[in-house]
């Protein structure tokens, strides 16, 4: 378990501020739903690091992958430079 939990916790960095982008930047429906769709593949990936296979998580780690580019994309599409750039004018 300790070995799961120092893989978590180091190779998720992008994970980690990309959840900071989304909660401070981008507070959207999808941005979010993104968000817990990458949780609850932490938790396959759990499995597939329990269960001791390879191909499953060579799957699940695809997924995550495509999760968070697509959310790092949501982050950098979204208007939040303007927002904080003309706030005063509003």
């Not at 959840?19 to 938790?43: D, E, K, N, R």
Request: hydrophobic share 60%.
């Amino acid at each position: 378990m300790r070995r799961y939990v120092n893989n978590v916790s180091y190779s998720q960095l992008f994970f980690f501020l990309a959840a900071i982008c989304v909660h401070v930047l981008t507070p959207g429906i999808f941005a979010t739903i993104l968000l817990y769709l990458y949780m609850f593949s932490q938790i396959a990936q759990a499995v597939a690091f329990a269960l001791e296979n390879k191909s499953f998580s060579t799957v699940v780690h695809v997924l995550q992958s495509l999760l968070l580019f697509i959310l790092y994309i949501v982050i950098m599409a979204d208007d939040w430079c303007g927002f904080f750039l003309y706030r005063i004018y509003t």
